[in-house]
């Protein structure tokens, strides 16, 4: 069955590089994407990689996919307060439903 | 452009009531979900439209939810009756034809029933 774990919590300083981990269970899996969730406010699309890429860059945003451990990550550099939120990961298999991790709460101090 | 448009953005109801939420995706898009986000936890689907047709409405609970997107537009989702375990926020979200892996989530409708 498909499954997505993510870790809870980070917390990193203003100007730093965060780092958001996911791995993945399904190895049908054919997009990755990253969603961002501030409080109150519906899911934003922040980035997605194809399953045959190994890294996509976009602004401040990298994404590194490792398909053989079934690992995805999300870095932002340069990371501002605004960044604050919940990182969701998720995994598409062709063009159907999302599955969701339970999330990534950013914390990011001045 | 208008994104996803939802509402109400917040109700509040007591047990055995009925609710109802409305969506309106993006202008063009075909496909419309309807996700469930219980607190702590990553949006679950519920059901799934390709235009006015329900193609996964698998983990809807048929009992008391009912769906419907009858002009392969607007949609709406309704529970009768709610129950306390129905509180969450209620997401829709709306993909094209051709780039349907790119998802766009309105704001969502928080429930809270008492």
């Known amino acids: 069955g498909e499954d997505v774990e993510q870790s809870l919590f980070l917390s990193v300083r203003e100007g730093d590089s965060s780092v958001i981990n996911c791995t993945y269970t399904?190895?049908?899996?054919?997009?990755l994407y990253w969603y961002k969730q501030e409080p109150g406010a519906g899911l934003q699309l922040l980035t997605y990689i194809f399953s045959n890429m190994d890294m996509k860059q976009d602004q401040r945003l990298t994404v590194l996919l490792n398909k053989k451990d079934k690992h995805l990550s999300l870095r932002i550099a340069d990371t501002q307060t605004g960044d604050s939120a919940i990182y969701f990961c998720a995994e598409s298999i062709g063009y159907s439903t999302l599955t969701f991790g339970k999330g990534t709460m950013l914390l990011v101090s001045p | 452009e208008a994104g996803v448009v939802q509402s109400p953005r917040y109700k509040i109801i007591e047990k055995k009531q009925p609710v109802a939420f409305w969506c309106n995706p993006i202008?063009?898009?075909?496909?419309l979900y309807w996700y469930r986000q219980n607190l702590g936890q990553g949006p679950e689907l519920l059901i799934r439209y390709e235009n006015e047709e329900a193609v996964d409405d698998s983990q809807l609970p048929k009992d008391r939810f009912s769906a419907e997107r009858l002009k392969g537009v607007d949609s709406t989702l309704k529970i009768q009756p709610a129950e306390l375990g129905d509180s969450a926020v209620y997401l829709c979200?709306?993909?094209?034809?051709?780039?349907?892996?790119?998802?766009?989530f309105g704001p969502g409708t928080r429930l809270t029933v008492t």
């Open positions: 202008s063009g898009h075909n496909t």
């Open positions: 979200a709306s993909s094209a034809g051709d780039n349907s892996y790119e998802q766009y």
């Open positions: 399904d190895s049908s899996s054919t997009y």
